[in-house]
Structures are given as C-alpha cells and as structure tokens.
C-alpha cells in the first residue's frame, strides 16, 4: 500500500514539473534613436569649453582644459557616420584672435553668427565645473591579533576626496538662434589618502582626472544624440 | 465458458488501451516535436541565430496555431530582428492567447516602450504595467 502511495506521489510531482514553464532571460539588441533631429543636425562646430568662474569652490585648472574636452568630443562625434563636424585645427584656425568667455553661453545670436561663418546647422558650446570635496572617513576590517590568537574588530581613518566635475552642454540651432539642447552631465570620482598621500593630491596636477571624467561626460552626451544600439532582456519561454 | 468470457474481456481491454495509446501517441507526436522545435529554437537564440529561430518557431506555430510560447518567443525573436511591427504582433496573440502570463506581458510592455522611444507613436505603452517577476 505504501508503495503505491509513494509511486502516486512521484506520478503528482513529475507531472506537477511537466506542466510548468521554464524561463530562458535573453539580451537583444534594439535600436536607440537620436534624441535631435539627425537629418537637420549634421553638421557641427564644437567651441572650446568654458570654465565657470562665479564658483567659488572650482579648482584651479589649465586653461587649456576647455579645449581639451571640446577635442574630445569632436573626436566623438566624428566617429558617427551620422554627423560631419569641424576639425579641432580649422576651429583653431576660425577662432584666431577670439577668446571664447562665458557670456557667450547666453548670446545666441552670437553663436548663430559664429555657425553661419563655420558653415554648419548647430554649434555646441558649454560649461564645466570642477571641484572636490573632501571628508574624513572611517574603514572597518578584522585584523589578526597575536595577543587573543583570533580576528578583532579594527578601524582606520582616512580621507575620501571626491572630484565631481558638471559640464553643461548646449546646441544652439544657427538657422533660428534657439538652443535645441541644454543638459548637464556631473561625472564624479573618489580617492582614498592617507593625511600625507592628502596633502600631496592637493598641491599635485589633477589635469588628467578632470580630463577623464570630461571623457565620461561627453561620452554619454555622444551617445544620446547618436542613434545606437542598448541591449535589453526578453523572456524566452520553454 | 468462464475461461473464453476472461479472455475475451482481457482481449477488448487490451484492444481498447492499444488504440487509447496510439491516439496519445499521435498527439503527444505532435507536441514532442513542437517542443523540441522550441528547445532547439532557443538555443538558437541563445546564440543570436534569429532567423534559424524565427524559422522553428514559426513550424511550430504551423503545426498548433494556439501555441503562445511560440507566439512569444516569435515576438523577442523578431524584435531582435528589428521587425517591431510583427514582434508586436506576436506579443498581442501570446497575450490575447495566455492573458495572465506576466513574461508575455512584460516583453510586450517592453516592446511597446522600446517603440516610443524609437520615435513611433505608441502613449499608451507607459500606462500598461510592468508585472512583477517574483510572487
């Protein structure tokens, strides 16, 4: 009688596994579209970046740091098919003798003047900030004691700087003289020192992390004004 | 007399269980080879071999129209191809078919917000909910 009951059992489960579905979780490509109107937004000129000097707390910086994210991104965007933008040496060129300042950012006819003598259909030009910030921070660990012949409980302090750098980014549309895109991307990076690692990173060169995290930025502002693909998960059912 | 009476009862009964097993025969034939168009399906799949996937799945749509599995995986299968029209298409019969699946739900949800975002007019994709996964 038991056996039967048990074989009656095993019969319910199998076919309690029979009927149900098993998931299979799949990436797909889909395509991203532009978020501007690629077919009139060709053609751009990239201005230098501009430093925003009303902040207080903004770290001192080269000043060629402006143009070093603008060259960034004119690198970016030449690599999509979709867009043809002035080369860093012919804006060079174009630009003799005008230093671009940050009062520009709100003169659109200006812009628009300075697109029409490019030749291109938008003129991207911005802002950025950088400054950091620094706190002291505590590290909890174990830590092997040869007295109590065991792992104790054990902390050390150190100071967290994080670097956070916002850059605006506009697009003014020459033909119309209206900013089509105005958005701010903030990129931020930390740094754990000692107090004397600390001293060091404030009196040393921070050029090549404000340069990376200006790459980050422009990196996300390419790709969404990029058509481009993004992976998303489907659910297969077996 | 008894004994040819027992014989001929075990004889019709055994007949009977014959023929009962070869109806289930022809039709789990059938739902053998649907699933095992789908398992190798999804391997494809899995590889990102999605027109050897919409192949399979669409003889498995041939053989049992009212296979929503199939109608489902045609749909994440299609719009792997970019064909969103026709992955549409095919999420709705899944849907239409099993209407409590939420993973039928969610690729069609998912579907539909991926088409607003491309630019096609679908403003009712972000009012359709995202069901949950976990019970």
């Known amino acids: ?238 | 007399m008894i004994t040819v009476l027992r014989y001929g009862q075990l004889a019709s009964i055994a007949i009977l269980l014959c023929w009962m097993l070869s109806g289930c025969a022809i039709i789990s034939r059938d739902v053998t080879r649907t699933e095992a168009y789908n398992r190798f399906a999804i391997k494809a799949a899995e590889a990102q071999l999605w027109n050897e996937a919409v192949f399979r799945w669409k003889q498995v749509i041939s053989i049992d129209p009212e296979d929503s599995k199939a109608h489902n995986n045609l749909g994440v299968a299609y719009e792997a191809l970019g064909n969103i029209d026709e992955a549409i298409a095919s999420y709705q019969r899944a849907a239409e078919l099993k209407p409590n699946n939420k993973y039928y739900r969610l690729n069609y949800r998912r579907c539909r917000i991926h088409l607003r975002r491309s630019g096609g007019n679908d403003e009712e994709a972000l009012q359709l909910d995202e069901p949950p996964l976990t019970e």
């Open chain 1, 1 to 238: 009688m038991k056996i039967v009951r048990r074989i009656g059992i095993l019969l319910g489960i199998l076919a309690l596994c029979g009927c149900s579905n098993t998931v299979t979780r799949v990436s797909i490509p889909v395509k991203v579209e532009s978020e501007i109107d690629i077919t009139r937004y060709s053609n751009f000129a990239v201005l230098p970046f501009v430093s925003e000097k009303q902040v207080e707390r903004n770290e001192k910086l080269p000043p060629e740091v402006g143009e070093e994210i603008a060259s960034v991104l004119r690198r970016g965007l030449a690599r999509q098919k979709h867009f043809e933008v002035v080369s860093t040496q012919e804006t060079a060129r174009l630009l003799t003798g005008e230093t671009v300042e940050e009062d520009w950012l709100s003169d659109t006819k200006h812009l628009s003047q300075l697109g029409e003598y490019f030749e291109v259909k938008a003129v991207i030009i911005g802002s950025f900030r950088f400054y950091s910030d620094s706190r002291p921070r505590r590290y909890y660990g174990e830590r092997y004691s040869v007295r109590r012949q065991r792992y104790v409980l054990d902390y050390q302090d150190y100071m967290q700087k994080t670097y956070l750098l916002s850059l605006r980014v506009m697009i003014v549309d020459v033909e119309t003289e209206q900013i089509v895109w105005d958005e701010s991307y903030r990129r931020s990076t930390a740094e754990a020192h000692t107090i004397g690692s600390f001293i060091f990173s404030q009196v040393g060169p921070q050029a090549n992390t404000i340069r990376e995290l200006g790459r980050r930025a422009v990196a996300e502002f390419t790709r969404q004004i990029s058509p481009h693909y993004e992976s998303e998960d489907r659910y297969l059912v077996n």
